[in-house]
């Protein structure tokens, strides 16, 4: 799926804005505070004459976070449907919040049969998308009041990594009322009760100290691999699965050194599983073999196998580290 530049999005939305309303049409706060008391949450619900006449051309006092969207059942968008929830727990959370310091901020949403006519114009096809229009005027002003647009990761995809990350942006705390979800609490007792269980037969039925080295040798190099291949990063900081290029195509790797993706952990670590495996082998099975010639072809076919996923991670390695000058099969 193409993704369409953010740059030429906010152009192509100034144009745009100009051509259907022109630019000043006074006080438009109250307008969307209006429409925005209709819903439960707060979300006011916008369309394609509302959004360029009070969040694109206005000049503005107030804030808007709006996202673009497709949650109508045809689209079958399951990510708008995840960044909606989170985005109302937001908008709920501040419409509740008894302090806000004088701010005027507006949680807008623009879907794409309110607004078809700007997301064909535009080929707007790489939705959910979070973008804040910051204020340009008064006292709580920015500095730099240019539209920017929120990076959707694992993290700022919660609803509570959302609101933090609006936080920082606005000065302000802004709490987010997430409902409480009763059943990812009972399968999370459910899961606590069947690993207490587990652990009861074990202790019971089972004598740790007779299951021989070579379990213990798996769990750790299973512990090693978990520790080494990045997971603890991953659990810290929340990255997305995986990237996708302009044009739609998958990307499993993060081209930085400072960045990774999920899914590189897991590559990763099978990777070092598969060196691991053939060491072992190497040292242990293969030596046990009777006839020569069968282990000639089974050492013959380890080390290959040992050297080409090496040769593998050395790549991976110097993709994320270009100034590395050693590399051994593969580029």
Known sequence: MMRFSFRLLLQALVVLAVALVGIGNGQSLQALQKKANKDKDGLARLDINLFMKHVVSETKDYSVVVQLTALSPKYKCGPCKSIDASLRA???GWKNQANKNGRDIVFASLDVEDGEEMFQQMKIDNI??????????????????????????????????????????????????????????????????????????????????????NVWAIASILFVLLMTSGFMWNRINSPPYMGQTRSG???????????????????????????????????????????????????????????????????????????????????
Do not use: W
């Open 90 to 92: 937001v908008s709920r």
């Open 128 to 213: 959910p998308r979070v973008m804040i229009f910051p204020a340009s005027k008064g006292p709580h002003a920015f500095a730099n009041p240019s539209p920017r647009e929120m990076s959707l990761s694992q993290r700022t995809s919660s609803a509570l990594g959302m609101a933090s990350k609006l936080s920082d942006l606005f000065g302000i705390e802004i709490k987010a009322q997430v409902p409480v979800d009763y059943a990812k609490y009972l399968m999370n007792a459910a899961s606590a009760a069947a690993a207490l269980y587990a652990l009861y037969l074990v202790y019971k039925h089972i004598n740790l100290r007779t299951l021989g080295r």
């Open 249 to 331: 195509d998958v990307i499993l790797f993060a081209p930085v050194n400072n960045q990774q993706y999920g899914v590189e952990t897991q590559v990763v670590a099978v990777s070092y599983a598969v060196c691991a495996m053939c060491v072992v082998a190497l040292v242990r099975h293969v030596p046990k073999i009777q006839n020569t010639d069968q282990r000639t072809f089974v050492t013959f076919m380890f080390v290959v196998a040992l050297v080409m996923t090496f040769s593998y991670l050395n790549s991976v390695f110097r993709m994320k580290m270009p100034a590395y000058p050693f590399r051994m099969l593969l580029p």
